[in-house]
């Protein structure tokens, strides 16, 4: 455990001289800055920057200043931090960095180099004491797998005073019922005084821990307050739920993982919150199961509720929010209001008065279908905001299948055999969700102006997901452990006959011992891999097997006389969907036609749009459909010069536009694509924008850098 308390450029450290870290990289005066020292630009999250030396007038004309390789490739979703001049990243195996954020040279770079973790990061946190006297105390926070560490900004060393050595559990607030369950953070922790609020992803099963919202102090690593999601008795909300589900035996989830922001002037705090586990299927937790898909509003200093909002009533479609909302003024009927504003996977933005909760736009509960599934008991009505209208198409008719498919006919015999009303709970005939899981809007976000513009990507995209009978133990009986624990787990994703489904982004096991070794594949089940999630519920023993099973040398005893014998890990549940599948044609091509990515401006003064514009372009449809867009992952960035930059594209481009039309103003191609959001800033005197390219999502090759450009 001590190992990974060290640096991997420790060494570096010394060969550098500390003078390097002693002072400002470029030898500036700190006014010579303009930071992006939070995520996503600020602690309102809005994306929004206030330079304006690169601008609609001159941005044809960007270079690349510097890049930065990272020693690993894979998907990076990091939206850096610069501070006086160090820009703050993390690799795509979960290493943080500093570099020159003038010439991309490290400075220290942090992480286990004994162990690998194949996560994903959004980013770091920067904090600095403010303290009048002594060195100023300055910390990266961030976190890998289910620990938060703190390390020291200048040299990438944890901090031996925060927590047990440099770290905290991020299990710490959830309960004994929690301690063994799966718990990571992908998304960076919101800043409050000498707290920090920490984002948390479980497992999307019934063996999920419950994601109670838990602050931290920064200082000290101890828990400072809990917030909990799914309450106790006596506590508000308690009767939404089941009597027992506050004991988490087969009810958890509703955890905030995309990221929170803050109104620190009036120590507000909005919390995004998603489904409760298990997504699909909720005859376990009957009721409106408060405070999952919430926005909820926090006091920062104690964890008390202000106010919530709930978007989806038991949810049954993983109707998770995917972003944080972002803080900004409107004007309506003449009056300024403080408003949140939360975009939505279904394709939505709900925009309320910051202090009180008050809809600034109409919000209506809609009648929606009832569940066939015995057992189950859906609420009968959903909460659908009357403005702004959808950034996301909301249903499907024949005459939208595509028309670039040469499977037209199959794609059309799918689709009539689905259900596929607003809201469908899924069904043993299948169930279409469009917009998918995957939004709508996704964890990249929106961006949103001073003057009440929000500028957001969006994914139109179906998917189509099947219920089915899940195997009951005299099913398994006859199936050796390794077999049996794979049926449990694994089948859903992965398929009965391990083939995956690399469209939708789950690889093919078979014949894995061919590409990779029993060690790195006890890993992944372990500690999980991009969006997978470790199965910290099986024993050695049952990883062993499950590995023995896959590399095809497992022995064959049944139950009663297998070494490994395998039992039961997670609660059982009656049904369970065949995998997230998205409705596409035989050449992965989406089952609806064009555009499949847009990018959105909406005034929310009034509710209106400005403009709507397909971003990306299809590579296989390439002289044969022009303004196909694409899927997108990562989130804009607008500047007061009037350019909205965004990459997030499978084509590899990175975009700027109009901000005012959506006319596109450059584009340039990437190394990889960049599935970030990116940053900008300025040293000393100089404006540099900065994206991350890690590319492996989609269908896009891998890459490793992160890229800066500037002006000559």
Known sequence: MKRLLLPIAAGAVLALGWAQFTRNPTDTKPNDYTNWDEYLGGPDRSHYSALTQIGPQNVSQLKVAWTYSTPDSGQIQTNPIIVDGVLYGVTPTVQAFALDATTGKELWKFGDPLKVWHSTSRGVVYWQSSDKTGEPDKRILYTVGPKLYALDARTGKPIPSFGDNGTADLHAGL?????????????????????????????????????????????T???????RTIPNPGEYGYETWPKEAYRNIDVGGANNWSGMAIDRPRGLLYVPTGSASYDFYGGNRKGQNLFANCLLALDARTGKRRWHFQAVHHDLWDRDFPAPPNLLTVTQNGKKIDAVAQVTKSGHVFV??????????????????????????????????QKPAPFARQQMSEADINPYSADRDSLLRVFRNVGRRPFE???????????GTDGGAEW???????????????????????????????????LSPGQRIYTQNC?????????????SGYPSLVDISQRRDRPYVNQIISNGKGMMPGFTALSAADRQALVSFLFGDEKQEVAGGSPYPAKVKEPYLPYKVTGYIKFQDSKGLPAIAPPWGTLNAI???????????????????????????TENYGGPVVTASGLLFIAATK????????????????ETTLPAAGFATPATYQVNGRQYVVIACGGAKLGAKKGNQYVAYALP
């Open 175 to 219: 309960g004994e019922q929690a301690r063994d369950k799966f718990i990571i953070s992908n998304t960076p922790g919101t800043l409050f005084e000498d707290l920090i609020i920490m984002p948390t992803r479980v497992s999307e099963g019934p063996d999920a821990a419950p994601g109670y919202i838990q602050a931290f102090n920064v200082r």
């Open 221 to 227: 690593g101890r828990l400072a307050w809990v917030f």
């Open 352 to 385: 309320f008065d910051r202090v009180t909760g008050k809809p600034l736009f109409p919000i209506r509960e809609t009648p929606v279908p009832k569940s066939d599934l015995p057992g189950e008991v859906t609420w009968p009505t959903q909460p659908v905001p």
């Open 425 to 435: 709970p899924i069904s043993k005939r299948g169930s279409l969700m469009f917009p």
């Open 444 to 478: 990249g976000g929106a961006a949103a102006d001073p003057d009440g513009i929000l500028y957001v990507n969006a994914n139109d995209i179906p998917w189509i997901f099947t219920m089915i009978d899940a195997p009951k133990s005299d099913e398994l009986a006859h």
């Open 491 to 503: 089948i859903s994703c992965h398929g009965p006959e391990r083939k995956g489904n690399a469209r």
């Open 603 to 629: 005034n929310l003064n009034t509710g209106e749009y400005l403009w709507k514009i397909p971003l990306g372009q299809e590579p296989a449809l390439a002289g044969k459909a022009t303004q196909t867009g």
């Open 651 to 666: 084509d590899e481009k990175f975009r700027a536009f109009d901000k005012k039309t959506g006319k596109l103003l450059w």
